[in-house]
């Protein structure tokens, strides 16, 4: 089973690395490790940017393969070497000359499905990319807009699913995305893998009411050690 974990962006240097010795320890190879976010709100934090670089280089060091975000062929150049799975975010889904430049590339990219995406049409995003020379393509189902706002969105369970049985591609979930509320998250969690998903995207923090993004939805070292080990037993994490 495929674990990506870590916070939402990286916030500095300690703190990234901090938690990354906390993760190491629960056996996470592969970390979340955002330099660049994408907000609906221009006020909120956008990330460190190119100045996470260096950071980057030491969580290499550490042992970890990243996993980050890219928005334009810029993002990709200058990252390229730093990153091994390039993430392309639901407001890109249909960024179609991004998904041409991410096409010419031979990292692994994991698209993210646009909040209000027809499946057919996340697929037809991913060609954008296999069609240009790369096929190392995951799917990441991070939830649909509902009319109901219990949770931020709904995971769709149907769609992860489908794309197991119709479809060869490696398949992942985001329950921190879908759910939005930390309290929801394990159980998503099992529902996706339970549904045929091959691994998890999972926001963690160390403290997450600190967390500069999307702190309502971060699960702190703990309770991310706890969803592992439920994992554990019931899946063969």
Same mark, same amino acid.
């Given at each position: 089973?495929?674990?990506?974990?870590?916070?939402?962006?990286?916030?500095?240097?300690?703190?990234?690395?901090?938690l990354?010795?906390?993760?190491?320890?629960?056996?996470?190879?592969?970390?979340?490790?955002?330099? *660049?976010?994408?907000?609906?709100d221009?006020n909120? *934090?956008?990330?460190?940017?190119?100045?996470?670089?260096?950071?980057?280089?030491?969580?290499?060091?550490?042992?970890?393969?990243? $996993?980050?975000e890219?928005?334009?062929?810029?993002?990709i150049?200058?990252?390229?070497?730093?990153?091994d799975?390039?993430?392309?975010?639901?407001?890109?889904?249909?960024?179609?000359?991004?998904?041409?430049?991410?096409?010419?590339?031979d990292?692994?990219?994991?698209?993210?499905?646009? %909040?209000?995406?027809?499946?057919?049409?996340?697929i037809?995003?991913?060609?954008?990319?296999?069609?240009?020379?790369n096929?190392?393509?995951?799917?990441?189902?991070?939830?649909?807009?509902?009319?109901?706002?219990?949770?931020?969105?709904?995971?769709?369970?149907?769609?992860?699913?489908?794309?197991?049985?119709?479809?060869?591609?490696? $398949?992942?979930?985001?329950? =921190?995305? =879908?759910?939005?509320?930390?309290? %929801?998250?394990?159980?998503?969690?099992k529902?996706a893998i339970?549904?045929?998903?091959?691994?998890?995207?999972?926001?963690?923090?160390?403290?997450?009411?600190?967390?500069?993004?999307?702190?309502?939805?971060?699960?702190?070292v703990k309770?991310?050690?706890?969803?592992?080990?439920?994992?554990?037993?019931?899946?063969?994490?």
């Amino acid at each position: 089973m495929r674990i990506i974990a870590g916070s939402c962006s990286i916030e500095n240097y300690d703190q990234a690395i901090s938690l990354a010795s906390k993760l190491k320890d629960l056996g996470v190879s592969e970390i979340r490790a955002m330099l *660049f976010k994408p907000r609906t709100d221009p006020n909120s *934090f956008q990330g460190i940017g190119y100045d996470g670089i260096e950071i980057l280089k030491g969580l290499k060091k550490m042992g970890f393969k990243i $996993v980050s975000e890219v928005m334009n062929a810029e993002q990709i150049e200058k990252l390229y070497d730093y990153v091994d799975s390039m993430q392309v975010g639901a407001r890109n889904m249909q960024n179609f000359d991004l998904l041409r430049e991410l096409g010419r590339t031979d990292k692994n990219i994991i698209l993210k499905r646009g %909040f209000a995406s027809y499946i057919e049409e996340w697929i037809k995003a991913s060609e954008y990319i296999t069609r240009a020379g790369n096929k190392n393509v995951t799917l990441c189902e991070r939830g649909i807009r509902s009319f109901d706002n219990i949770t931020r969105n709904v995971l769709d369970i149907g769609a992860i699913i489908y794309l197991k049985e119709m479809t060869d591609f490696e $398949v992942l979930a985001d329950p =921190s995305h =879908s759910m939005g509320r930390r309290d %929801f998250v394990p159980g998503a969690a099992k529902a996706a893998i339970a549904a045929g998903a091959d691994g998890l995207i999972i926001e963690v923090h160390e403290n997450p009411e600190e967390a500069l993004t999307d702190k309502d939805q971060a699960l702190d070292v703990k309770t991310f050690e706890k969803l592992l080990r439920d994992l554990d037993g019931k899946h063969n994490l």
